[in-house]
């Protein structure tokens, strides 16, 4: 088959061509178009496929296998025709974005912590980045303002094919040993490594690089990171937030930390108080109740409540007491208790699930969960298993 020139890897970037179809085969997802030329990046080394239109047909994905690009389409393509093609340039722009600002962060990370980069994709919202040794908040801080003043410096990128043969005398990064020719790809003041992805220019296009979330991954760490457009998408998204939440707490969004430490302790404090009248409550309703074997219907009670007035009646009454509440959904929700030496609750448990439709389960002298059933089926279980 005739070779695909590959516009993509062109600076100033080629995002407008003209090709000819080499080829348009039916598969189950479209057609698999074949150009003698293509500006369309394939999906590889993490970063995804371009987008964008090929004559009236929109190109859905990219594929390299073998050597040959195939380009998904929704419609087929005349073999031997002209067409023209058009790459979608904002979502060209961010992958750029992304994969450019991820080789200065990773460049960064590696020359300051010896960090490898084992792992890398770029998703819709975020990419990711595995090291292969853990780094802490503070050197991840460290990493991204260093990573954030290439940036700022705006320096040409470089992106240079070498021979087998001149890979020997030069300092870079790569995930494998590697066969020439091979194109590497330079950030002054960050990073070379071997890359087939497309790039940006200078450094400044990237625009801003932003750590969003750090967590420990296998042996190492992992990122979620945003560059360019995304990382000013996610400071409109907690700037908004934050804001909301200001206006919420009637506080600036300066001091928004210490008015949400202030509510948490009010909003504690509350909650004693409320525990403690709860359990003066529960202790005047399991007096109320009859002497062995209560169930209890009250409104409105939480898991833990309901826990509560189990163990309330539980330590007032005899034989087996079981607390019950409705469910906002539909249902009941119940615990049932037992302070009875040698108690096993769980047979009882089991059988009411498989009685009324049921979960739940626990420990031998209380167990807990709901069932679809009303109280007049409830009732009506209760009083067969427990008869004068």
Not at 114 to 120: I, K, L, Y
């Amino acid at each position: 088959m005739e070779h695909t020139e590959k516009l993509y890897y062109a600076q100033p970037p080629v995002l407008e061509f003209t090709a000819r179809v080499l080829e348009c085969e039916a598969d189950k997802n479209g057609w698999q178009v074949v150009l003698d030329r293509t500006a369309f990046y394939p999906e590889g080394g993490g970063q995804p496929a371009d987008q964008g239109l090929l004559g009236g047909a929109r190109v859905l994905d990219v594929h390299e296998k073998a050597g040959v690009i195939r380009h998904l389409t929704d419609r087929p393509l005349d073999p031997g025709s002209g067409v023209e093609g058009r790459v979608d340039a904002a979502r060209r722009l961010d992958l750029t974005q992304q994969h450019s600002g991820e080789h200065i962060l990773s460049g960064l990370l590696h020359s300051m912590f010896g960090a490898e980069n084992v792992g890398f994709h770029i998703g819709a919202d975020y990419l990711l980045m595995d090291l292969s040794v853990p780094v802490d908040a503070e050197g991840l801080a460290k990493a991204e303002e260093a990573a954030n003043r290439v940036v700022w410096q705006d320096v040409p990128t470089e992106a240079v094919w070498y021979e087998k043969e001149q890979l020997a005398s030069l300092t870079y990064r790569s995930k494998k040993e590697l066969e020439g020719p091979v194109r590497l790809v330079t950030m002054p003041g960050a990073d070379c490594c071997a890359c087939c992805g497309t790039h940006v220019q200078r450094t400044g296009q990237v625009g801003q690089i932003k750590i969003i979330d750090h967590i420990k991954y296998k042996t190492g760490t992992r990122l979620q990171v945003v560059c360019g457009g995304r990382a000013l998408a996610y400071h409109r998204l907690l700037d908004g937030q934050c804001r909301r939440a200001g206006a919420a707490l009637s506080a600036p969004v300066e001091g928004l930390a210490a008015a949400v430490e202030r509510q948490k302790g009010e909003l504690e404090a509350a909650k004693f108080r409320l525990t403690g009248l709860e359990n003066q409550l529960f202790a005047l309703w399991a007096a109320g109740e009859g002497a062995k074997n209560p169930l209890v219907c009250k409104p409105g009670l939480s898991p833990d409540g309901l826990r509560r007035l189990a163990a309330a009646l539980s330590q007032t009454r005899a034989g087996v007491c079981c607390a019950v509440s409705e469910k906002e959904d539909g249902g009941l929700a119940y615990a049932i208790a037992c302070a009875g030496e040698g108690a096993d609750l769980r047979p009882l448990c089991k059988e009411l699930n498989a009685a009324l439709d049921g979960r739940g389960g626990g420990k031998p002298g209380f167990v807990q969960g709901s069932c679809s059933a009303d109280m007049d089926a409830l009732r009506a279980f209760w009083a067969r298993q427990f008869t004068e």
